[in-house]
Structures are given as C-alpha cells and as structure tokens.
C-alpha cells in the first residue's frame, strides 16, 4: 500500500466520500461514474481544452497497468484521486495530477474459470468505498483509502456459467450489477446489494418465471436458459428512482429453440430501484436469432419530437435502427420512433405504434438454416457507450456500417453446466463477416445526431472497424479511439472535423474521461486491445485476405494543454 513516493502529495488523507447528491450532480472537475453522469452523457462540461487549442494537447503522463486483454474502463476521478480498473479484476488508485501509483488490488479467482470476455467496465463509487463486479460473478467492495477488502458479495455461481464484467450502477444506497452469461445458457437477472453491508436487497430476473407476467412468451423449460444478460451498467432517472437496463440476447442463439417472443430478453426493462420492480419494458426485437444483445442502456434525454416535449429514452441498438422511447412518470415505457442508423435488412417494416418489428424470413437463422443479414451479429453499434452533448445538442453513436453476418444453427447437446450453449460453432462465429457494398470505403463510423429532426447531421469514416467508445467535452469536442491503428483522436463536435491526433501503445477500446485538479484539465483514456474487437479483426482478416497486428498491453495516456504539462513537469523535476 502507497509507498515512499505516494505518500509525498496523497490525495487519500481527505477523500471526499461520495453521495447521492454528488453522483447526481457531479462536479465539473470529477468524472465519478462510469459515464460521467447517471443520464449517461459521457459528457464533461470542462472547456479549458476546447476546439480553439486542441491541438496543444500532449501526453503528459501514461501508466502500464501490467495486463493484457481488452481493458475498457475509464478513469473515475474523484477530488484527485483516480481509479481504473483493467482485466483480471485488478483496480489501481493513482494520484490523478501526477500518476503517482496510491494503491493497487487484484481479485484472486478460481485458476479453472475460463474468461470468455476478460474486461471490466469501470469501478463505482460510494462514500468511502470502491466497488467492483468480479469475472467470478462477486461484487467486491474495497476501502477507497488503503483498497483493502471491505466486503465480498457473490450474486451468482460462476460454475454454472455466470460472470461480470460490467460497471456497478449506484443509487438509493444500493449497489446494483447484472450477469453476463447469455453465452452459456444463464438467466438473466440484476441484483441490489446494500453499500454499506453487501447485504443482497434484492434480485430481479430479466425472464420471467412460469406464472409471473411476461412467461408466456416462453415455452416448456426454455427460460431456465434463456440469456438475457445484463452487462452494461443502466442509466437512472433520480427523480423517477428507476434505473434502466439493457437485456442480451436469447440463449441458445437459434431462434427455434425457444419459440415466442422471449421477454424480456433483447429489450430495456424500467426499474424501481426501492424494491427491484419492474416497472416497464420495450422489447427492441423479439424472438433473438442474430446475437443482437441489447445491452446498451437508453441514454435518458429530454427533447422535442414532432413539435411535442418528449422525456426520452435513446438507444443505438445493435440490430441496427436508432431508438427513440417516452419514459412516462409510472415507470412504463412508450415507443416514439426507430430510423434505421446502418444497413439492416432482417426488418421488413417496423410498427408506427408499438415498435414491433416484422422480420424477413430469409435473412432470419435457424437450425440447419444458414442465411445472410445486416448488420453482423457484432451489430450496427456493440456494447461501447453512445455520448450526448447538451451543448452542441446532438447524440454521437460509434457504429459499424457495410458489413452483414453468414450465420445458422447445429442441433444443440443438451446444456453442461458452465458451458457454452450457443447452437453456432466457434469455428463459424469467427469467421462469419461478410462485406457489404461499401466496405471497401469503410466501415467505422462515428454518426452525429439531431434528434429534434431525427436526422444525422454529420458522419466521420474509419478504414475498418470502430470499437470506441465516446467522450463529448464542454469544449466541443469528441474524444474516441476504436480503431485498428491505435489512434485516438478529437474531432469538432459540431462537424465531424478531426482536429488532433495520438498514436497509443495498443488499440483503444475503454470510456475516456476527462476531470481538472488545481487548475489543469486533464483527459485520459486506456489502452489495451481484445475481446471482440480483437476477434472481429480476426474475422476480418480472414475474409479480406490480410493480416492486421495490433499489439496488446494496457497504459493509461494522460494528456493536457502544453502549458500545463510543462508546468507539472516542472514541479515533478523538484
Ligand atoms: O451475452 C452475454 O452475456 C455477453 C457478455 C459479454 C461481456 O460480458 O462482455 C459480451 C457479449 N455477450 C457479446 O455478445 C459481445 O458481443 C461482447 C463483446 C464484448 C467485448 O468486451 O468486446 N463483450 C461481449
Ligand atoms: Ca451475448
């Protein structure tokens, strides 16, 4: 713990403990949860960097976190002190002006678990503790001074197939996580954990039990195994109390395995987070056969629709179309309208009503029933967050476009617990792209959006794909890396035009954040390729005929205006 040199400038000797009224304010100069705000913005209003000076940014200082694999949390700061967390389920606490190192955890997991997606999204923060969601499907909460164990919470058995890797959601006093799983025939659920005693509050279930509302889109025993994963952290409505999280796909992958409409997998469900209620739910797609998880929660904004003040609910699905939705004040969902963000061509039509899709026969999979569709099974938009930014009003989504997926399903073995159950080969998943006409221009996309006009306003290519997540600035500017180049780059938040450039030791998967102690202004971002955006170049490779190297290593980059970083090189050299 700490160390001569740490102990010099500690933050940690008044750590300012965290409260409701701070997460749901935050300060300008912190960045206390995963996406800045519980919204889900991943905006800062700080504008010391602004689109004027952004090329006098520069690295100021970077920090190698020992792992490899695909790191994607973003620094969460909180009055100077800084935590990341990085694969294998370590947490680092770094001073954040200078990356002085405070204190560092790893979780010891059984050496037989298998990581079938080796991240973490982000610790959360409360009081005087630090929580993080555990690949062994445990919820850790550490000291935020000295990082030892407060308690330790196990939400679910890792043996039968269940697993975290998301950001922990933090209201009303409750520590809420999901499970991921949809890989391994799991059901699905989001379970509430008491800050201060780790004590389970409660535990609700994204399918429904035979008899409970919703069942009936199952049949026989379908939804003891029916995915519906959770594993992005949700967004929360503070003065509703309801958080509202995303669901992954059904499981097995083929849809016949599990005839019916399968609620709520694939949709958003609507929270009370006092008691674990559900309160509502809009089911994106029914009956899941393209691994489209839903797992993005809606980012909650309020904005005008046809002349009418909407308190939405957006939403980049992975299948495809832009989702707009009504929160309503009893916690029930409504659905406004879908535009299609990507080339799609499973949805022949798309109620004006409900929402509810028709689908084409045959682009829709089966067992034994091998077919094409757009977009690929990695989606229009995976799991990296969305970003929105009040100022320049428009909502920012990192897409794939030009690619479509060849996909079908092999008679299933009956399910081993803590197997995959997934009905498609690995040996296919990992080579299913297929390219659109277009991808010979591109396929990364960063889109922005209008959403008063529902139009996109402005579009920045990538050569291939584009797995980054976003940050949007008070300064007009939006931060994201994603490609295969290593680059992270700002780009004017109101054109699309890139106006600065970094190349990092690895590709960029992880929330960048930005956050300013005594003055400076600070913006950092992981680095740390893998998971599926080291498997979908895997894809690509394959098909296209080349071999693309992208090295593994995670490090922090920090950068800041010329001037400051010169000042704190200064005062560092002392
Ligand atoms: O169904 C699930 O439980 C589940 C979990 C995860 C995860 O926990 O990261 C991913 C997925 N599915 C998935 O479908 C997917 O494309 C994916 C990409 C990544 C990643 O970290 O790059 N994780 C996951
Ligand atoms: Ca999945």
Partial sequence: VGGATAAKSNP??????VTEARLQNPEPENWLQWRGNYEGWTYSPLDQINADNVSDLVPVWSYSTGELEGHQAPPIVNDGVMFISTPNNQVIALNAETGDELWRY??????????????????????????MAATDACLVALDAKTGEEAWVTCVADWQDGYYMTLSPLIAKGKVMVGVSGGEYGIRGHITAVDAETGKIEWKTHTIPAPGEPGSETWKGDAWKTGGASVWIAGTYDADMGVAFYGTGNGGPWMPDTRPGDNLYANSVVAIDVA?????????????????????????????????????????????????????????????VDAEKYVKQNVFKSIDPKTGRPTYDPAHTPGTGKTVTFCPSLWGGKDWPPEAYNPKTGLFYIPAHENLCSEMGGVKLAPRKSGELYIGVPIADILTNIRLADGAEDHIGEIQAWDLKKG????????????????????????????????MFRALDARTGKKLWQYRANSG???????????????????????????????????????????????????????????KLMEKAAK
């Fill in 275 to 335: 008691t674990g209620k559900l309160t509502g739910y809009h089911q994106y797609h029914h009956n899941d056969a393209w691994d489209w998880d839903e797992v993005s929660p809606p980012v909650i904004i309020d904005y005008k629709h046809k002349g009418k003040n909407i308190k939405g609910l957006v939403h980049a699905g992975r299948n495809g179309y832009l989702w707009t939705l009504e929160r309503n004040k009893d916690g029930s969902i409504d659905f």
């Fill in 106 to 131: 790893k979780k010891e997991i059984p050496e037989e678990l298998f990581q079938l997606h080796p991240t973490n999204r982000g610790v959360g923060l409360y009081g005087d503790k630090v929580y």
């Fill in 12 to 17: 940690l000797t008044n750590y300012n403990p």
């Fill in 455 to 486: 139009k996109k306003v402005w579009q920045f290519n990538m050569k291939e794909m584009n797995w980054g997540p976003l940050l949007t600035t008070g300064g007009n500017l939006l931060f994201s890396g994603g490609s295969n180049d290593r």
């Fill in 508 to 566: 960029i998967t992880a929330v960048p954040s930005s956050w300013s102690v005594n003055g400076t202004q600070f913006i950092g971002v992981q680095a740390g390729w893998g998971v599926d955006a080291q498997r979908m170049q895997g894809a690509f490779d394959a098909v296209m005929d080349h071999t693309t190297t992208v090295p593994q290593g995670g490090v922090l980059h920090v950068f800041a205006l010329k001037k400051n970083a010169d």
